[in-house]
T-cell receptor, first 113, second 112 residues
Framework: NAGVTQTPKFRVLKTGQSMTLLCAQD?????MYWYRQDPGMGLRLIHY???????AKGEVPDGYNVSRLKKQNFLLGLESAAPSQTSVYFC????????????FGPGTRLTVL | RKEVEQDPGPFNVPEGATVAFNCTYS??????FFWYRQDCRKEPKLLMS???SGNEDGRFTAQLNRASQYISLLIRDSKLSDSATYLC?????????????FGTGTRLKVLA
């Protein structure tokens, strides 16, 4: 099992450009999450999904959109990148939101110039 | 006040030492608690869940104090490989909501 994979691993964007981050999991998990991690701050939830075709806003959703068309994939889109979106983005999945372990992907390091 | 607070460290300890971290949380209705480990430039990984009665996994012991609203992680006989950042996670979700809060982490350096 590959677990949770993310593409790309690194990306540099110019302000105003758009991009999509892809997260894939092969553990048949229902729940998937997108977080961002910035120095001095804990992981902050951007959006999450409790199943195929469903998405919900997290703590810091502005400037991002998501889609969960297939159970195994969760896409994070930046329509018009801003320097404030420079961060490390982690995708995670879990069987449920209760006490289950969240499994994280390796992260995407995004720099917006 | 932050919902989950941790001392950022770093805690510099010699090999073989015992070290303890605390994490305080503000929501008394929080239901479940975890410690994750994050190596430099890597993803977080679950270290252990924290149960009400306390639990141990090898050299690691986790405890929950609901009255004072904190959880703790004790590492005995520290190894160089224990050097990492330890993230406290508190789940305060209620029905139909999601609230899984990560602390900013405590950095541990084990020195030879």
């Amino acid at each position: 099992n590959a677990g949770v994979t993310q593409t790309p691993k690194f990306r540099v964007l110019k302000t105003g450009q758009s991009m999509t981050l892809l997260c894939a999991q092969d553990m048949n998990h229902e729940y998937m999450y997108w977080y961002r991690q910035d120095p001095g701050m804990g992981l902050r939830l951007i959006h999450y999904s409790v199943g195929e075709g469903t998405t919900a806003k997290g703590e810091v959703p502005d400037g991002y959109n998501v889609s969960r068309l297939k159970k195994q994939n969760f896409l994070l889109g930046l329509e018009s990148a801003a320097p404030s979106q420079t961060s490390v983005y982690f995708c995670a999945s879990s069987y449920s939101t209760s006490s289950d372990t969240q499994y994280f992907g390796p992260g995407t390091r995004l720099t917006v110039l | 006040r932050k919902e989950v607070e941790q001392d950022p460290g770093p805690f510099n300890v010699p090999e073989g030492a015992t070290v303890a971290f605390n994490c305080t949380y503000s929501n008394s209705a929080s239901q479940s608690f975890f410690w994750y480990r994050q190596d430099c430039r890597k993803e977080p990984k679950l270290l252990m869940s924290v149960y009400s009665s306390g639990n141990e996994d090898g050299r690691f012991t986790a405890q929950l104090n609901r009255a004072s609203q904190y959880i703790s992680l004790l590492i005995r006989d520290s190894k160089l490989s224990d050097s990492a950042t330890y993230l406290c996670v508190v789940n305060s979700a209620t029905s139909g909501t999601y609230k899984y809060i990560f602390g900013t982490g405590t950095r541990l350096k084990v020195l030879a």
